[in-house]
């Protein structure tokens, strides 16, 4: 059976297709260096917009209204702007109550886009542009270490990272925040209170990396303007050994972390990458794997949920578990030297 | 490729659900069409693999090993028809369920008229409605663009207006929701469902015409202020739910392609069963279907002159769990469990199972969690659907369960109950059945296959449903009673087709059972008291013949609705006490 992969690689070469949603501009080129904050592609996508009835206001039919209306559509029209004129002694008009561009001119009335209709795509890791996708993005690659999480709040950002968790399994606590760690992103462990996310909003720091997050803080995470990336799930749950003792080993060293929204049919997913020198491309990973005895997982669900351990043995047919359940199943050495049966589907190969 | 699955005789048939994916054979032996075997694997709509192609490869490849015979050739492909050296299948039908829910607007004029009946419609389906249009709508025409833009829907569903009818004021709602499309980049368009007043059917294809690619009309869901005929509407949408996936998901292109275009939405198939079921055997009960998985919670009931179809993704127990919270609380949830669980254990368990929507519970704790959700769920899916149900059927009292015979159950939620008194305790919970019932459970998800089979091929649904291919738990008699625990309200006598005689005294707020072997047959006498009625009116028996199950015949004499113990040690003792009166621990 094939098994999902969880990335935590010391050194890979890590390839990202980076697309916009729709057909926009492509701003980078091939083989231009980028940033993960730097724009690689945009669109103009207007999400708000005023509907002016000329042909009511001036109270006349819409087909003598399209006669009375002065712009045009793609117009960029100032507030205030007079857009159409009645006729008579004491002619009406119609003015627009706030600046934006001419969408639509029909049937008497006029519809405007308002505000900045502009949605940017930006790197989210920093690389070189290895294929431009038209119209919709690019191919982005570089080589380091990736550490992926399981859920993200959708922003981006570099920083220093600094390790202040007490072990996989430290709170963090809003009395460990101080001004020392403005700036930098932070290997942080669980997060149970939002006093936590607003005073590392007040830092400002530029990221969080967390093992687990209460449900609660959901909302107010993703309201954060930092990037916060939850490698475990919610609740009270530690760090993965193997995410934790990479991510502590690599303190001190520019991290990116691209908390992106997990997009289960995408394959997009929150990650933290951090630039290594290398002479050549390092081997990409799998991103699916044979389940086969020696091989690295974690555990996904209950018993023993997030621990890493490597597959004894892989018996035939299905498996009564615990549960009285019965499916595929492995025998699951952990870290701690239990041994227990675990569904594979339960699992995820870590590598 | 076959082009008619009449002239076939082995059948393949494969669902693709959001977390599984099954391939089933059916094929004749001894001039009938049974149930072969099935083949499992998990699904692959997901990333890394993105292709459910993948999973039903898998699955059929699980099923040949099972079989000792080849359904794929050395490409993967499948093999059609079948072949004089055993390999192959006659035919392929494919359905699905897999796949994001869907965000649905729905447009209509009146409230409880045509936007209630958008609504039944678009509920017939694996959607969410992120938006409602409507008459009464106070929201300025901008405010609504902005809006529609906003939720970036994959379905407009519009409806409204009497055929022959007035239709100005239709017209004027389309004109903000044709203005959001135009708006849409091209590629985020929606398709688009009229099934409104047909006299403005030309405009609407001139408004919508150039705006999607997917346009739809179809009869008019309210042809008149009184009627309410969804039927060719809902046919017509699980036609665009499944070209909505093919844009969506890999591989659905290619199963649509092997199977001659035989594919279809897993609800929309087990709905086209149940509507199959009720017309043949003419039922005076009511029919029910319900089904539990990842994608969603299906119920889908027939009756004598009308069948309901109800999909609620937001009750799946997948990766829509996390917002199971909107719709109900953590203490409604946890009066089902037998364990003690903290209510901040069971709000992790829904976040967390969210991102692994297929993983199973391996402790018993677990287990003891998922299946108290999973009764929650189906509470509220029944609760819901039950809003829809026509008014002149048979009941016992208005407010609870109608009567129903059979009700069949299946989905992977109920695959996960290990025992099928676990599965039959669950559904007693959730659903509350009145009087004497039926309970059948479709362990190997057939019901939605051979729905999808039924049109091309009518004798293999009726030839497989009657070969035992689904269990059946047994007969459960719940009588409708209201009196003090452990009062008797009924006494029951089952005799055999041997003449021996079983007799069972059924207090309230107990089960009881009385063993009858699955293909037995007996008569059961009913003696009520207390007022209790199973069907025949307060305080009156009467004698039935009943069938045999996995659990004979199960007294369920907890009231309706179901009347759980407020203090929890006491209430979690009852549970333990009803798993091990009929079998689940």
Same mark, same amino acid.
């Given at each position: 059976?094939?098994?999902?992969?969880?990335?935590?690689?010391?050194?890979?070469?890590?390839?990202?297709?980076?697309?916009?949603?729709?057909?926009?501009?492509?701003?980078?080129?091939?083989?231009?260096?980028?940033?993960?904050?730097?724009?690689?592609?945009?669109?103009?996508?207007?999400?708000?917009?005023?509907?002016?009835?000329? $042909?009511?206001? +001036?109270? =006349? /039919?819409?087909?003598?209204?399209?006669? #009375?209306?002065?712009?045009?559509? *793609?117009?960029? !029209?100032?507030?205030?702007?007079?857009?159409?004129?009645?006729?008579?002694?004491?002619?009406?008009?119609?003015?627009?109550?706030?600046?934006?561009?001419?969408?639509?001119?029909?049937?008497?009335?006029?519809?405007?886009?308002?505000?900045?209709?502009?949605?940017?795509?930006?790197?989210?890791?920093?690389?070189?542009?290895?294929?431009?996708?038209?119209?919709?993005?690019?191919?982005?690659?570089?080589?380091?270490?990736?550490?992926?999480?399981?859920?993200?709040?959708?922003?981006?950002?570099?920083?220093?990272?600094?390790?202040?968790?007490?072990?996989?399994?430290?709170?963090?606590? $809003?009395?460990? +925040?101080? =001004? /020392?760690?403005?700036?930098?992103?932070? #290997?942080?462990?669980?997060?149970? *209170?939002?006093? !936590?996310?607003?005073?590392?909003?007040?830092?400002?720091?530029?990221?969080?990396?967390?093992?687990?997050?209460?449900?609660?803080?959901?909302?107010?995470?993703?309201?954060?303007?930092?990037?916060?990336?939850?490698?475990?799930?919610?609740?009270?749950?530690?760090?993965?050994?193997?995410?934790?003792?990479?991510?502590?080993?690599?303190?001190?060293?520019?991290?990116?972390?691209?908390?992106?929204?997990?997009?289960?049919?995408?394959?997009?997913?929150?990650?933290?990458?951090?630039?290594?020198?290398?002479?050549?491309?390092?081997?990409?990973?799998?991103?699916?794997?044979?389940?086969?005895?020696?091989?690295?997982?974690?555990?996904?669900?209950?018993?023993?949920?997030?621990?890493?351990?490597?597959?004894?043995?892989?018996?035939?047919?299905?498996?009564?578990?615990?549960?009285?359940?019965?499916?595929?199943?492995?025998?699951?050495?952990?870290?701690?030297?239990?041994?227990?049966?675990?569904?594979?589907?339960?699992?995820?190969?870590?590598? | 490729?076959?082009?008619?699955?009449?002239?076939?005789?082995?059948?393949?048939?494969?669902?693709?659900?959001?977390?599984?994916?099954?391939?089933?054979?059916?094929?004749?032996?001894?001039?009938?069409?049974?149930?072969?075997?099935?083949?499992?694997?998990?699904?692959?709509?997901?990333?890394?693999?993105?292709?459910?192609?993948?999973?039903?490869?898998?699955?059929?490849?699980?099923?040949?090993?099972?079989?000792?015979?080849?359904?794929?050739?050395?490409?993967?492909?499948?093999?059609?028809?079948?072949?004089?050296?055993?390999?192959?299948?006659?035919?392929?039908?494919?359905?699905?369920?897999?796949?994001?829910?869907?965000?649905?607007?729905?447009?209509?004029?009146?409230?409880?008229?045509?936007?209630?009946?958008?609504?039944?419609?678009?509920?017939?389906?694996?959607?969410?409605?992120?938006?409602?249009?409507?008459?009464?709508?106070?929201?300025?025409?901008?405010?609504?663009?902005?809006?529609?833009?906003?939720?970036?829907?994959?379905?407009?569903?519009?409806?409204?207006?009497?055929?022959?009818?007035?239709?100005?004021?239709?017209?004027?709602?389309?004109?903000?929701?044709?203005?959001?499309?135009?708006?849409?980049?091209?590629?985020?368009?929606?398709?688009?469902?009229?099934?409104?007043?047909?006299?403005?059917?030309?405009?609407?294809?001139?408004?919508?015409?150039?705006?999607?690619?997917?346009?739809?009309?179809?009869?008019?869901?309210?042809?008149?202020?009184?009627?309410?005929?969804?039927?060719?509407?809902?046919?017509?949408?699980?036609?665009?739910?499944?070209?909505?996936?093919?844009?969506?998901?890999?591989?659905?292109?290619?199963?649509?392609?092997?199977?001659?275009?035989?594919?279809?939405?897993?609800?929309?198939?087990?709905?086209?069963?149940?509507?199959?079921?009720?017309?043949?055997?003419?039922?005076?009960?009511?029919?029910?279907?319900?089904?539990?998985?990842?994608?969603?919670?299906?119920?889908?009931?027939?009756?004598?002159?009308?069948?309901?179809?109800?999909?609620?993704?937001?009750?799946?127990?997948?990766?829509?769990?996390?917002?199971?919270?909107?719709?109900?609380?953590?203490?409604?949830?946890?009066?089902?469990?037998?364990?003690?669980?903290?209510?901040?254990?069971?709000?992790?368990?829904?976040?967390?199972?969210?991102?692994?929507?297929?993983?199973?519970?391996?402790?018993?704790?677990?287990?003891?969690?998922?299946?108290?959700?999973?009764?929650?769920?189906?509470?509220?899916?029944?609760?819901?659907?039950?809003?829809?149900?026509?008014?002149?059927?048979?009941?016992?009292?208005?407010?609870?369960?109608?009567?129903?015979?059979?009700?069949?159950?299946?989905?992977?939620?109920?695959?996960?109950?290990?025992?099928?008194?676990?599965?039959?305790?669950?559904?007693?919970?959730?659903?509350?059945?009145?009087?004497?019932?039926?309970?059948?459970?479709?362990?190997?998800?057939?019901?939605?296959?051979?729905?999808?089979?039924?049109?091309?091929?009518?004798?293999?649904?009726?030839?497989?449903?009657?070969?035992?291919?689904?269990?059946?738990?047994?007969?459960?008699?719940?009588?409708?009673?209201?009196?003090?625990?452990?009062?008797?309200?009924?006494?029951?006598?089952?005799?055999?087709?041997?003449?021996?005689?079983?007799?069972?005294?059924?207090?309230?707020?107990?089960?009881?059972?009385?063993?009858?072997?699955?293909?037995?047959?007996?008569?059961?006498?009913?003696?009520?008291?207390?007022?209790?009625?199973?069907?025949?009116?307060?305080?009156?028996?009467?004698?039935?013949?009943?069938?045999?199950?996995?659990?004979?015949?199960?007294?369920?004499?907890?009231?309706?609705?179901?009347?759980?113990?407020?203090?929890?040690?006491?209430?979690?003792?009852?549970?333990?006490?009803?798993?091990?009166?009929?079998?689940?621990?």
């Amino acid at each position: 059976m094939q098994a999902p992969v969880n990335h935590i690689v010391g050194l890979t070469s890590i390839v990202r297709e980076r697309l916009l949603p729709v057909s926009g501009t492509v701003v980078v080129r091939l083989n231009q260096k980028v940033s993960p904050n730097d724009v690689i592609a945009e669109v103009n996508w207007p999400r708000e917009h005023v509907l002016l009835d000329v $042909a009511r206001i +001036l109270q =006349v /039919s819409p087909a003598a209204a399209d006669r #009375l209306i002065k712009i045009k559509v *793609d117009d960029r !029209v100032p507030a205030n702007t007079e857009v159409a004129v009645g006729k008579g002694l004491f002619p009406r008009s119609v003015r627009t109550p706030r600046e934006g561009r001419v969408a639509v001119v029909g049937g008497g009335q006029i519809l405007l886009e308002i505000g900045d209709p502009k949605m940017e795509l930006r790197a989210g890791l920093p690389g070189t542009v290895v294929e431009i996708v038209p119209n919709r993005g690019a191919i982005i690659q570089t080589a380091g270490a990736l550490v992926q999480g399981v859920w993200g709040n959708g922003r981006i950002d570099t920083g220093s990272l600094i390790n202040i968790a007490e072990g996989p399994d430290g709170v963090l606590a $809003a009395s460990r +925040l101080d =001004v /020392s760690l403005r700036g930098s992103i932070l #290997l942080a462990g669980m997060v149970k *209170d939002a006093d !936590v996310l607003k005073a590392a909003a007040e830092l400002p720091v530029r990221g969080l990396i967390l093992s687990s997050l209460y449900p609660s803080l959901i909302p107010l995470a993703r309201e954060m303007r930092y990037p916060i990336m939850v490698t475990e799930g919610f609740g009270s749950l530690p760090m993965n050994s193997a995410a934790y003792k990479l991510l502590s080993t690599n303190a001190k060293r520019d991290v990116t972390v691209n908390a992106e929204v997990y997009d289960r049919y995408s394959g997009a997913r929150p990650e933290a990458v951090i630039l290594l020198p290398t002479f050549s491309d390092p081997p990409a990973p799998h991103e699916a794997e044979e389940f086969s005895p020696g091989l690295q997982v974690r555990m996904r669900r209950p018993p023993a949920m997030g621990m890493i351990g490597s597959i004894v043995s892989l018996p035939r047919g299905m498996t009564t578990l615990p549960s009285g359940l019965r499916a595929p199943a492995a025998e699951v050495k952990l870290e701690n030297g239990e041994t227990v049966i675990a569904p594979l589907i339960n699992l995820e190969v870590v590598g | 490729m076959p082009s008619s699955l009449v002239d076939g005789n082995s059948l393949l048939a494969v669902d693709v659900g959001a977390a599984n994916t099954r391939a089933v054979l059916f094929d004749v032996v001894e001039s009938e069409y049974r149930f072969i075997a099935s083949g499992i694997a998990p699904s692959t709509a997901e990333a890394p693999f993105k292709d459910i192609g993948e999973g039903a490869r898998q699955a059929i490849g699980n099923l040949q090993a099972l079989l000792g015979r080849s359904l794929l050739d050395a490409h993967g492909n499948l093999i059609t028809p079948g072949q004089p050296n055993g390999s192959g299948v006659d035919a392929l039908v494919v359905t699905i369920s897999a796949g994001a829910t869907i965000r649905a607007v729905i447009v209509g004029l009146l409230k409880d008229v045509s936007l209630e009946s958008a609504r039944r419609l678009t509920e017939s389906t694996y959607a969410r409605i992120v938006e409602t249009i409507g008459m009464n709508d106070l929201r300025k025409p901008e405010q609504q663009i902005d809006s529609i833009i906003r939720m970036r829907p994959d379905l407009l569903v519009i409806t409204g207006g009497t055929d022959g009818g007035a239709s100005r004021s239709i017209k004027k709602l389309l004109e903000p929701v044709g203005l959001a499309s135009f708006l849409l980049p091209s590629e985020k368009r929606p398709a688009v469902l009229f099934a409104g007043n047909e006299k403005i059917g030309d405009e609407v294809r001139d408004m919508f015409g150039p705006l999607t690619a997917s346009l739809h009309l179809s009869p008019n869901v309210r042809p008149s202020l009184e009627t309410e005929d969804l039927e060719p509407a809902q046919r017509e949408l699980a036609h665009m739910l499944i070209s909505i996936r093919k844009h969506q998901l890999k591989g659905v292109e290619l199963l649509d392609q092997w199977s001659g275009g035989h594919i279809l939405p897993t609800a929309y198939a087990t709905g086209r069963m149940v509507r199959f079921l009720a017309k043949v055997y003419g039922v005076k009960k009511g029919i029910l279907a319900v089904d539990i998985g990842a994608s969603a919670a299906t119920i889908s009931a027939g009756f004598k002159d009308k069948s309901t179809l109800n999909v609620y993704p937001q009750f799946g127990l997948g990766e829509n769990l996390a917002g199971l919270l909107n719709y109900t609380s953590l203490e409604d949830i946890m009066r089902w469990s037998p364990l003690d669980i903290s209510s901040g254990v069971l709000r992790d368990y829904l976040y967390q199972k969210s991102l692994y929507p297929a993983a199973i519970a391996a402790t018993r704790e677990d287990l003891a969690i998922s299946q108290a959700v999973t009764r929650q769920a189906l509470y509220l899916a029944m609760q819901s659907a039950r809003r829809d149900f026509p008014r002149n059927i048979a009941t016992i009292k208005q407010n609870l369960t109608p009567l129903f015979e059979p009700i069949l159950a299946g989905g992977g939620a109920l695959s996960d109950a290990s025992r099928p008194g676990q599965g039959l305790l669950l559904l007693l919970d959730s659903l509350q059945p009145v009087g004497v019932t039926t309970v059948i459970l479709d362990q190997n998800n057939l019901l939605p296959l051979l729905g999808a089979a039924a049109s091309q091929n009518n004798i293999l649904p009726v030839q497989v449903l009657e070969s035992g291919a689904f269990l059946s738990v047994g007969t459960v008699v719940s009588p409708v009673v209201s009196a003090k625990y452990g009062t008797l309200i009924l006494r029951g006598k089952l005799t055999y087709e041997n003449g021996v005689e079983s007799r069972v005294e059924l207090k309230y707020g107990s089960l009881e059972t009385l063993p009858l072997q699955n293909g037995e047959a007996g008569k059961l006498s009913i003696q009520c008291l207390h007022g209790a009625d199973v069907g025949f009116g307060p305080g009156r028996g009467g004698t039935i013949p009943v069938s045999g199950g996995a659990l004979g015949v199960v007294f369920d004499g907890r009231g309706r609705p179901l009347d759980l113990p407020a203090d929890a040690v006491r209430r979690r003792e009852l549970i333990k006490k009803w798993n091990w009166t009929i079998g689940g621990e």
